[in-house]
């Protein structure tokens, strides 16, 4: 029976996932049959053989999931389909005993599981286990003991430790709750797993959350006037008089002197820059003003202040040709500086993410600026190993690093966009560039009950320049503090997500604090062995990144909901949560029909595993297209359907200029987001990038936000 209400989805996918981790060993769903015997010595060094069959059609895949983590990847099975792999004698008693745990408490935690429920709601699995899990996150990387009285769960009597998973947990912390000298990493994996699987789950915010987010937005621009006021005293300060830090990262180093190195690295990348040389261009969201996608191109008002800097003809029209002929409408145009607007978007269980939608035409340059910074600062010698934008590996390889040898520390800031005020960006960025940054930067925004709230920040999130300057201020200001080349040559930096030597770490959160930022220390990994940066958690030198629901689930034909769910279950089986998988590929096939498996090797959206008794019931057509000599089956895919818009011609040439140029770029012209709206291309015109790929491209055709439906066709 599939559920409806997230209540029943929520209970069901838990117990699954507590059915998988519960059973004699690591996804044992798999498992047939299982001997082990001891071989010789001489063999393989005092190891033992296990031998094993498994069922179902994916054997090659479930060995792999069951052991590439012990033993690496898995041999072939033997002819009768037996497969055998050989333990040392500690990874043998590691696999064994790992999460062998009880059937009794198996039933007392889907039971506990039940009640909870029933008493909290779904914010049992959204709000109390994910506190569950942060407060293990804290243990792990602190190393201090969890008070579980605060988190909201029951300790054993006598015991530091939960009930709730009380098995799993006693083989991470011993009984003062204290992180055990060498716990188990698989351990730890499952049980961020379980408290973080329903976290991100986007279910409709309370009017009381919403306030809070606005609320604290709000507060946040108070706290800028004293961060503003410390900023610009400490400018005003005698050189030869500096006030020295009272606790500082080096002995005699003061915040005046601090600033000027800052100031110095940014000129010395911004240098020759050219603020002029840009593109303008239109971003795949939402604006101020509200106009939709094809309405972008035709200019009814440009501000003042932008056509100060960027004067029109150069930078809102196609050509001179333009400017000649539509001179009249552009004597019409208006000059209002428009307010930006606050949207609230999902962003997890504790509430929503407060962005601020730009005008149409402050949008148009602060892309074109943007991208032109981006594009420096991942080329530039000073700064292209350690601020990156489009690349989220290096951060992530070093948060895997840190947690492996310790030796690097990740920080997590709060409201880190919100926080970099107007005042330090002038103080730190280069004259030039910071005159082009303020030409397009909204000075107020327009909050959810029409009150009209001037900024003190730079930029708040959904500005284009909000990412770039967020992360060169921080990097300056690090880079600045840091008493030697090689802590200056480990920083990395990732927006808000920020990598240091642990050794520099304390040192570097009194810096950032010092100048408004705001650090969040409970999640902040600067001991231990865990880490957590750009998506990647990892523990011990191995990932513990778990699978998070966030498009609630639906009985009607979402596309959407096809796609995500579609994508949980195979993340879900990788990681060996086989009856967690199959429950949602049992459901899938109840709404959707049949659906194809990654074995056909399709272009459309495809699942890793399906259960044999779904398999037996599945039937697809199919043909073969002579054309292109292959096989091809009737299935599920998603479309966007496009709409047609005629522009005037100078309007439609404006925007493939715009889109010509971010191909130059290296950029695809088709903008993919969940949410927001794309251009969809078609046969009109066509363009060559650097690589030589030719892409056709439409001025016409645009395709609605959030408009995505499902339909059988040929693949």
């Known amino acids: 029976m599939v559920p409806t209400k997230s209540l029943d989805v929520g209970y069901t996918v838990i117990a699954a996932m507590l059915r998988d981790v519960f059973k004699w060993t690591y996804g044992p769903s798999f498992i047939e049959q299982c001997t082990c015997e001891l071989v010789q010595p001489d063999a393989i060094g005092g190891a033992r053989k296990v031998s094993y069959r498994v069922r179902g059609v994916c054997a090659g895949f479930a060995h792999q999931v069951l052991y590439s983590d012990l033993i690496g990847p898995p041999g072939p099975a033997t002819s009768d389909g037996e497969y055998i792999v050989y333990f040392n004698e500690k990874q043998y008693n590691d696999w064994h005993d790992a999460l062998r745990l009880s059937a009794r408490n198996l039933d007392l935690t889907l039971k506990s599981v039940e009640k909870r429920l029933e008493s909290e709601g779904i914010g049992f699995l959204t709000k109390t286990l994910p506190r569950l899990g942060k ?40 009984i003062d709750g204290v992180v055990l000298p060498s716990p188990c990493v698989l351990s730890v994996r499952v049980i961020r797993q379980i408290t973080y699987l329903f976290y991100k789950y986007e279910l409709p915010y309370s009017h009381e959350q919403e ?32 006030r020295p830090w009272t606790s500082g990262p080096e002995k005699g180093l003061d915040q005046a002197g601090m600033i000027r190195k800052a100031r110095k ?29 094809w309405e972008k191109y035709v200019w009814t008002n440009i501000a003042k202040n932008i056509t100060d800097y960027y004067p029109l003809d150069r930078y809102f029209c196609a050509s001179k040709g333009h400017v000649c002929d539509c001179y009249k409408e552009f004597d019409s145009l208006g000059e209002v500086n428009h307010s930006a607007r606050v949207v609230l978007v999902p962003k997890d269980s504790r509430g929503p993410r407060l962005i601020s939608c730009e005008p149409v035409d402050f949008q148009w340059i602060q892309q074109g600026l943007s991208k032109a910074i981006v594009r420096l600062v991942e080329n530039s010698e000073l700064t292209k190993f350690n601020v ?38 002038k103080t ?54 840091a008493p030697d080349t090689d802590t200056r040559e480990s920083i990395l930096v990732y927006g808000d997500d920020v990598i240091v030597p642990t050794a520099y770490a304390k040192d570097a959160m009194s810096i950032l604090e010092s100048f408004g930022l ?16 750009c998506g990647y958690d990892a523990f011990k030198g191995e990932s513990v990144t778990p699978v998070r629901l966030r498009t609630v689930w639906s009985s009607a034909r979402r ?21 967690c998988a199959e429950q949602l590929a049992k459901w899938l096939v109840a709404i959707y029909g049949a659906i194809p498996s990654t074995d056909m090797k399709l272009h459309a959206p495809s699942l890793t595993f399906i259960p044999y008794e779904l398999q037996k019931r599945m039937r697809y057509k199919r043909r073969v297209n002579p054309f292109l000599q292959k096989v091809e089956y009737f299935v599920l895919d998603v479309l966007s359907p496009v709409v047609r818009r005629t522009l005037p011609g100078w309007s439609m040439l404006l925007r493939y200029f715009a889109e010509s140029a971010a191909t130059a770029d290296g950029e695809s012209n088709v903008v993919h987001h969940s949410s927001q709206s794309f251009v969809q291309p078609t046969s ?13 491209r439409s001025v016409s055709l645009y395709t609605e936000r959030r408009s995505s439906i499902l339909k059988r066709r040929w693949r």
């Open 684 to 696: 009109t015109c066509a363009s060559i990038t650097p690589s030589g790929v030719k892409i056709i």
């Open 211 to 242: 306030q809070h987010v606005v609320s604290r937005f709000e507060r946040t621009e108070d706290d800028l006037i004293s961060s503003d006021r410390f900023t610009s005293n400490t400018v005003k300060t005698d050189p030869n008089n500096h």
């Open 428 to 481: 730190l960025f280069p004259a030039h560039l910071y005159d082009a940054m303020v030409a397009c930067r909204s000075s107020s925004t327009m909050l959810p009950d029409g009150r009209e709230l001037i900024l003190r920040k730079f930029a708040p999130m959904g500005s284009s320049l909000c990412f770039p300057i967020l992360a060169l201020t921080i990097w300056s200001l690090l880079m600045a503090g």
């Open 265 to 293: 690295l940014l000129w010395d990348v911004f240098s020759s820059f050219d603020p002029r040389d840009i593109t303008p261009a239109h971003g795949p969201g939402a604006v101020a003003t509200r106009q939709q996608p």
């Open 388 to 425: 990156f934008f489009t690349d989220q590996g290096p951060n992530q390889r070093g948060a895997w690093l840190g947690s492996k040898l310790g030796s690097y520390a990740t920080l997590d800031l709060n409201e880190a966009s919100d926080r970099v005020s107007l005042v330090l960006v």
């Open 518 to 533: 705001k650090i969040n220390h409970d999640k902040s990994c600067t001991s231990g062995f865990f880490r957590e940066s």
């Open 135 to 174: 407060a293990l996150d804290r243990a792990l990387s602190t190393e201090h003991a969890i008070d579980f009285a605060d988190v909201g769960v029951e300790s054993i009597s006598g015991m530091n430790l939960p009930r709730f998973l009380g098995e799993l947990f006693s083989r991470v912390l011993n």
């Open 559 to 579: 596309a959407d909901v096809y796609t995500s769910y579609i994508a949980y279950a195979n993340s879900l089986f990788e990681r060996g949560y086989v009856e």
